[in-house]
């Protein structure tokens, strides 16, 4: 027969089977019955005498007898029970009214319980897992004690994972694991609740648990070893206080929100949890649906900021750039759904759009100026990134030398032989590269001498103090001097004073864009700028 248990498929497994008459004596019992409780020929016999016999022959563990009879004696219309063997087995005993008395079904249910246990673990660190960790959280919620819970992400993990490979990351989770275990007190229950983040449950009030938070971060940053290599991550930490109103995947889920507050505000950081940062989950959520939404329904356009040589302010090219108009919120800043798009993956999909709009704009204009546009990491790294700009080039018609695609040290960090070949490939097409926030990174110059850039555009953080600042200075005279010597252009972007456009200029910067120069424009501004160009005769491809 099959068992099933919890709203679990049935089971297939061995099930001995005995009826018993009303007054509860055997009036049947299978082959299975009398070699698991019985023995031979108990026809006849009270229950509560085998059972008792049992016992006493170690057949079952001392006391399951009278469990057993106790839960047939309930009255209950259905009477379930669990109990183990003295060889560990786990039976399940299911027991029902037919005509005339009791029909008690006892099942192996070992293989199942065994499974479930395992689940409880998980396989890497031996923590453990997500379900396991909220049952500990219902529990504790229910004793009344003061607790909290602090969710531990990890900072800086994916790009050791990258650098020393996977199995160097699976021991490095292993010992952030043993490290975090081997601070918190013996009482706190500890899980793996996601790939490189932990929950800790921890019988404290407020002060203790941020004190513990605080060691753990502290902890965490310091480096570990793994193969012969030194490794160095760091962590965010977000605190949530027990709320007996909140079902368990509630107070875990109000924890990870103040974990994802610390990575926003620079990571290796503490954030208590508020019902400030539940409002934002809301917003955030009704965003991502409006987002969605705005790329079937097409609100997105673009805006096109000027591109100038300095000398005689000569029009070269523009840089595309994304908008979106929602019918409700009106216009929805880049600095919030951009980033939104690219944890969603939709940035791919937004990202082609952008791609064929830009190349068909660019083809239709009177001058042949050059079109800039902006590639996530993420988008650079799809697989159909090069049949997307083959297919936007051939469909436009637009050459392909004008198109100029802008990418970030993010966009090359990971693996850099497929990463390579893509940069190839899209080479091989005619188009141009640009070096985006050029020197905000850790790896500028050696990137320059992997790739085959065109241009380098010089970050805003390095002109936005200028002519006042030394160090910016030097920046945009060093970053000059190197694009000539390598036979690259240099833009200068974030230009908003003329003191700002002087100082660029003296320091061997030859082009510029910014709101000074030209602040972005709607499509039909910007042929009117192209159309003066022309007809002046000052426009020129970059």
């Known amino acids: ?259 994802l507050k610390a990575k926003a505000d620079g990571g290796d950081a503490i954030q208590v949890f508020t019902d400030a940062m539940r409002e934002e989950l809301e917003q955030a959520r009704l965003l991502e649906i409006d987002l969605r939404q705005a790329l079937v329904l097409r609100e997105f356009s673009l805006a096109y900021q000027p591109q100038y040589e300095i000398d005689g302010r000569r029009l070269i090219g523009f840089e595309a750039l994304l908008r979106w108009h929602h019918p409700k919120r009106g216009p929805v800043s880049p600095a919030h759904f951009i980033p939104l798009a690219e944890e969603l993956g939709l940035i791919v999909p937004i990202g082609e759009w952008v791609i064929r709009a830009a190349c068909k704009a660019a083809a239709e204009w009177p001058l042949p100026l050059s079109i800039s546009v902006n590639i996530s990491p993420l988008q650079f790294r799809s697989p159909n990134i090069v049949a997307i700009v083959t297919s936007a080039l051939k469909n436009s018609g637009l050459d392909p030398s004008r198109l100029e695609l802008e990418v970030t040290e993010g966009a090359l960090l990971l693996d850099s032989e497929p990463v390579m070949n893509i940069f190839r490939q899209l080479k091989a097409l005619g188009l141009r590269f640009a070096m985006d926030d050029f020197g905000t990174g850790y790896s500028s110059l050696s990137y320059l001498q992997q790739f085959p850039f065109d241009k380098i555009k010089i970050d805003q953080s390095f002109v936005r103090n200028l002519p006042a600042s030394p160090d910016g200075i030097a920046i945009v005279r060093a970053v000059s001097a190197l694009g000539s010597s390598l036979g690259l252009s240099i833009i200068a972007e974030g230009v908003e004073t003329e003191e700002q456009l002087a100082s660029i200029r003296q320091n061997g910067c030859k082009q510029v864009q910014g709101y000074l120069t030209g602040r972005p424009l709607a499509p039909d501004m910007a042929e009117a700028l192209i159309a003066s160009a022309a007809t002046a005769g000052e426009g020129k491809a970059s």
């Not at 409780?37 to 006493?56: F, H, N, Q, V, W």
């Not at 996977?166 to 043993?178: F, N, R, T, W």
């Not at 996601?194 to 060691?215: H, I, K, W, Y």
């Not at 290599?229 to 605190?239: C, N, W, Y």
């Open 1 to 259: 027969m099959k068992a099933e248990v919890g709203g679990m498929e049935p089971l297939d497994l061995r099930t001995a089977v005995v009826r018993l008459a009303a007054d509860g004596r055997v009036v049947h019992a299978n082959t299975a019955a009398q070699h698991l409780l019985l023995g031979a020929s108990p026809e006849g016999a009270l229950i509560e005498d085998l059972l008792g016999r049992a016992e006493k022959l170690g057949k079952i563990a001392s006391g399951t007898a009278g469990q057993i009879v106790r839960a047939l004696a309930s009255g209950n219309a259905d009477a379930t029970e669990c109990f183990k063997l003295l060889d560990g087995s786990s039976i399940l005993m299911v027991a029902g009214p037919v005509a005339g008395g009791t029909l008690v079904e006892w099942s192996d249910i070992t293989p199942y319980v065994e499974a479930m246990r395992a689940q409880e673990r998980d396989p890497l660190t031996g923590l453990l897992a997500r379900p396991a960790m909220l049952r500990e959280i219902a529990a504790m919620v229910q004793s009344g004690e003061p607790a909290a819970l602090l969710y531990i992400g990890l900072d800086r993990f994916t790009s050791v994972n990258n650098m020393l490979g996977h199995m160097a990351g699976d021991k490095l989770l292993q010992k952030v694991s043993g490290r975090i275990v081997g601070l918190v007190p013996a009482d706190a229950v500890m899980a793996r609740v996601g790939g490189d983040e932990f929950a800790v449950l921890l019988r404290a009030d407020s002060e203790a648990a941020t004190a513990m938070a605080g060691r753990l971060l502290e902890m965490v940053a310091r480096p570990f070893l793994i193969d012969g290599q030194s490794a160095h991550v760091g962590t965010s930490i977000g605190l949530a206080h027990l709320d007996p109103a909140d079902p368990p995947e509630n107070q875990l889920r109000n924890a990870r929100l103040a974990l």
